[in-house]
C-alpha cells in the first residue's frame, strides 16, 4: 500500500522543502564564513533535514548527533525534563554550535538542550529548525534559522513520525483521521 493514500493535505511540498533548505544551507554558509560550525543534529527525526541542509551549506562544518527523549512526554506533548539518549562526541567548548531540530513545537525540548549545551561553554548556540509551531509555544526560544512556520497540526513526513511512521515522506503532511482508528484498532 502506498503511504500517500493515507495523507489528507500536503502541508509543505518537495519542492517547497528543497528551495528553502538551499536558502536556509546559503545563509548560514554566509554568516559562518571562517568558523566551521558544529552543526548538533537531535535524533531522529532531524535527520532528513541536516542531510539535505548540509549539502547546501558551502562551507566547512562538521556534524554530531545527540538522542533526546522527553521524561513523560507523549507522541504529542514533551515535558521540558529531557533525557539524554545518545550524546555528542564533539568537545563542545569554544565551537561554534547550531542545534538542528525537525520542530520546534512548546519550546520545551530546545530550551532544555541550549540550556545544557551552554554549561559546555560553547563559543555560540544558534537554533536551525525545519518546522516550528508558534500557536504552541510555552517558552521563549530563539530561533535563528527556521524553515517554516506552521499552524497547529498534526504533521508527519521529511523525518517527523507518527508512532515511528512516515518519516521517509518526502514532503510534509497531515494524516487522514482513520489512519490513527485504524492504528489505534491494531494495537488494541
Ligand atoms: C520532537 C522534536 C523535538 C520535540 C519538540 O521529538 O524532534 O525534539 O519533539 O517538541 P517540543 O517543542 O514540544 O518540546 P520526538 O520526541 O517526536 O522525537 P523524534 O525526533 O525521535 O521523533
Redesign the pocket.
Known amino acids: 500500500m502506498d503511504m500517500r493514500d493515507e495523507i489528507l493535505e500536503i502541508l509543505v511540498s518537495t519542492e517547497e522543502i528543497q528551495k528553502r533548505t538551499t536558502e536556509l544551507g546559503q545563509q548560514i554558509g554566509h554568516d559562518y564564513d571562517g568558523r566551521n560550525p558544529l552543526m548538533i543534529c537531535?535524533?531522529?527525526?532531524?535527520v532528513v533535514f541536516l542531510s539535505d541542509l548540509i549539502r547546501s551549506v558551502p562551507i566547512h562544518v562538521m556534524v554530531d548527533f545527540m538522542g533526546?527523549?522527553?521524561y513523560g512526554?507523549t507522541n504529542l506533548?514533551?515535558t521540558g525534563v529531557i533525557k539524554i539518549t545518545r550524546d555528542v562526541d564533539a568537545n563542545v567548548a569554544h565551537r561554534d554550535i547550531i542545534i538542528v531540530?525537525?520542530?520546534?513545537?512548546?519550546?520545551?525540548?530546545?530550551k532544555a538542550l541550549v540550556d545544557l549545551m551552554k554549561t559546555r561553554g560553547p563559543g555560540s548556540i544558534e537554533i536551525c529548525t525545519f518546522l516550528s509551531k508558534p500557536q504552541?509555544r510555552k517558552v521563549d526560544v530563539d530561533i535563528k534559522y527556521c524553515g517554516f512556520e506552521i499552524p497547529n497540526k498534526f504533521v508527519i513526513g521529511y523525518g517527523?513520525?507518527y508512532d515511528e511512521n512516515y518519516r521517509n515522506l518526502p514532503f510534509v503532511g497531515v494524516l487522514k483521521p482513520e489512519v490513527y482508528e485504524k492504528r489505534k484498532e491494531e494495537k488494541g
Request: net charge negative; glycine share 12%.
Open positions: 537531535i535524533l531522529r527525526g532531524a533526546v527523549s522527553s512526554g506533548d514533551s531540530e525537525d520542530i520546534v513545537d512548546t519550546g520545551l525540548t530546545m504552541r517527523l513520525d
